[in-house]
């Protein structure tokens, strides 16, 4: 067996994206975290360090190559239903240039996220415990990772989406039925196939922004 951030590392890279040694040890204990306090926070269903690595870090870290395609600049970034960070807290340990918000209606899962901030010295990382509905703001990328179906996420959170920004909706199968049934206004510019190393699941990226007036 390779150790974790061996196979950590082998897996980024088949996904085009280098880990710094800080990342890779950042990531890692981000997972340690996640599992320690599972127990309190109602986190995740997995149980073990292995499928925490392939569902949850390697699953959002799948997503980091596209978004410096779709967005390399600075900016702002609302993961809505982040439940414990996911894909939020891995953008973050990526992405330093971005401010991360980690959005949960639930006000445990916010209060870890902000915890990970603080043990992970992240400061650009935050926990925000509301309704997507009830935030104001403006973000430049706002993302989802099986957060809810395609028409509820955008319609949910359009009023947050900064002019020019973009949404990032982590999916598994490609949602044909719920494409059929966008919201008007919002246009979907690219349905993206992800393959994550060492899990056998179908897994997209619905990319879209609002339509020009």
Sequence with gaps: MSAPIDTLRQGAAALGTAL??????????????MLKWNKVYNLTALRDPASVLTHHLLDSLA??????REWAGKGKLLDVGSGGGLPGVVIAIMRPDLEVSCLDAVAKKAAFVQ???AELELPKLRGLHARVESLTGSYEVISSRAFASLPDFFNGSKHLLAP????????????TDELAALPRGIAVFHVEQLTVPG??????IVWARKEAA
Excluded: F, H, I, N
């Design 63 to 68: 997503a980091v190559a596209p978004l410096q």
């Design 164 to 175: 020019g920004g973009v949404w990032l909706a982590m999916k598994g199968r490609v949602p």
């Design 115 to 117: 915890q990970v901030a």
């Design 199 to 204: 899990l056998d699941a179908e897994r997209c």
């Design 20 to 33: 710094s040694d800080q990342q890779a040890e950042q990531l890692l204990a981000y997972g340690t975290l």
